[in-house]
Nanobody
């Protein structure tokens, strides 16, 4: 089992940047594929980005390509989401998730087994 804790959210102006972090407990972090999702009020949770167990492969939703970068540091049990050129429509609660099946690039929430509590990102226009 793994516990996930996100941090780094906040309020930023359009065009600004934020870096989200997700710290994982346990000694088997490197065995999990990791993902970031987001959920805006009244909307379903949606896939943002994912990274393979080694960090060698990354996957992105079309709406964040070339703006967001996912990465991980297995030595620190942490996955990151660097968000640049933020837009008001990026406003949401952002969640990190771990897939014990190791399905790199999984895009459906049901493919992930563990979730953090979320961190709020608000982008003002």
């Amino acid at each position: 089992q793994v516990q996930l804790v996100e941090s780094g959210g906040g309020l930023v102006q359009a065009g600004g940047s934020l870096r989200l972090s997700c710290a994982a407990s346990g000694r088997t972090f490197s065995s999990y594929a990791m993902g970031w999702f987001r959920q805006a009020p009244g909307k379903e949770r949606e896939f943002v980005a994912a990274v393979s167990r080694s960090g060698g492969a990354t996957y992105y939703a079309d709406f964040v390509k070339r703006r967001f970068t996912i990465s991980r540091d297995n030595a620190k049990n942490t996955v990151y989401l660097q968000m640049n050129s933020l837009k008001p429509e990026d406003t949401a609660v952002y969640y990190c998730a771990a897939s014990s099946g190791g399905n790199s690039g999984a895009r459906a929430p049901g493919q992930y087994d563990y979730w953090g509590q979320g961190t709020q990102v608000a982008v003002s226009s």
